[in-house]
């Protein structure tokens, strides 16, 4: 029994969503004319009160095509200092939008709106134009938190009062709705764009979507296309995606409470030094020290659980769709027996 604990992006479809995707109706997306991914489009950008939305290949590019389609060159992004489009986008911001970025340090990736106010650059002709304001909902290198609904609400007003865009990272969003139980249109009216990711959680292959009104998805679609991104029949893939919101978003919450077990035994490991507040499917955990942490993750390959370090003294450990009670029991029996 392998158990791999490395991403929720590590799992695989079902006999059921694989039926579901072998049964789609298709056609050729680039020209409007798959069935299945506007049906995919249609309806996520209703359940979140948006007028239209584009299905992307990655998350990634969703993000970076909203970057675009939000600045011009000459303009600043406002993210915090742990954000996946500053981390791991391979600095996309720049190379396709020719914008800079403000980085905000925080603890947990959880922006408050006197420290956003605070990054608002001047108007001089030395610095860039503050233009859009990225949250990532949950925070993937804050250990999966998340973002109460109040909180994404309190950074409107200064969007609002700066001229800023607003969009919402939420490669994780459902995992943040079954967390603290917010539903998809209480989001309605917050952000001028989503993106969300169906290959994590959710237990899609591929695929993640971006919703927002209906000009910004069209300026959206042609820059998706000179980025590559447009597809021919991929209403097999977004089929995938359809099946996982009718049924894989209420099973989230096994996920939570599988990572607070494993969460808890960490704690009982006296060679475990801190663990991060977990909230969702994210355990990030520090060792006493670094040869601790090899020596850990070789211990976890040596018995078939994959683990990956998360820099310095730290692992990452992430459950999803694939990970069975039965797989949480032998990983805490593992750690049990480390020494």
Not at 195 to 205: D, E, Q, T, Y
Not at 242 to 269: C, F, P, S, V
Not at 287 to 302: C, E, G, H, Q
Request: net charge negative.
């Amino acid at each position: 029994m392998i158990i791999d604990l490395r991403s929720d992006t590590v799992s695989k479809p079902n006999k059921a969503m694989l039926d579901a995707m072998m049964n789609a109706p298709v056609g050729d997306d680039v020209f409007a004319e798959d069935e299945t991914v506007k049906k995919l489009e249609e309806r996520v950008a209703s359940m979140f009160g948006m007028e239209a939305g584009l299905y992307c290949p990655s998350g990634t590019m969703s993000n970076q095509i909203a970057i675009k389609a939000h600045t011009q060159p000459l303009d600043e992004i406002i993210c915090d200092q742990l954000a996946h489009i500053y981390n791991y986008e391979t600095g996309g911001w720049a190379f396709h939008s020719g914008v800079s970025i403000k980085l905000i340090p925080t603890e947990r990736g959880i922006l408050l709106p006197h420290e956003v106010e605070a990054s608002i650059q001047p108007d001089f002709d030395w610095l860039p134009n503050s233009s859009l304001l990225c949250i990532e909902n949950t925070v993937n290198r804050g250990g999966g938190s998340v973002y109460t609904l109040e909180e994404m609400k309190a950074l409107k007003p200064v969007c609002e009062k700066y001229q800023l865009k607003y969009h919402l990272d939420g490669a994780r969003l459902f995992n943040a709705l079954i967390a603290k139980n917010y539903s998809t249109t209480d989001l309605s009216g917050i952000f001028d764009s989503i993106s969300i990711c169906f290959s994590k959680g959710l237990g899609a292959p591929i695929g993640s979507i971006l919703i927002g009104e209906k000009s910004f998805i069209k300026k959206s679609r042609k820059i998706r296309k000179v980025m590559g991104g447009g597809m021919r029949q991929a209403g097999y893939l977004a089929s995938a995606c359809l099946y996982a919101l009718d049924n894989n978003i209420n099973r989230l919450a096994d996920d939570h409470t599988h990572a607070q077990m494993l969460a808890e035994a960490l704690g009982k490991n006296t060679l475990v030094s801190s663990i991060r507040n977990v909230e969702t499917n994210i355990v990030i955990f520090s060792m006493i020290d670094k040869n601790t942490t090899d020596r850990f993750v070789t211990y976890l390959a040596d018995n078939n659980i994959k683990a990956v370090p998360f820099g310095g003294n730290s692992i990452r450990f992430v459950t999803h769709i694939d990970i069975s009670r039965e797989m949480i029991e032998r990983s805490i029996s593992l750690i049990r027996a480390f020494i």
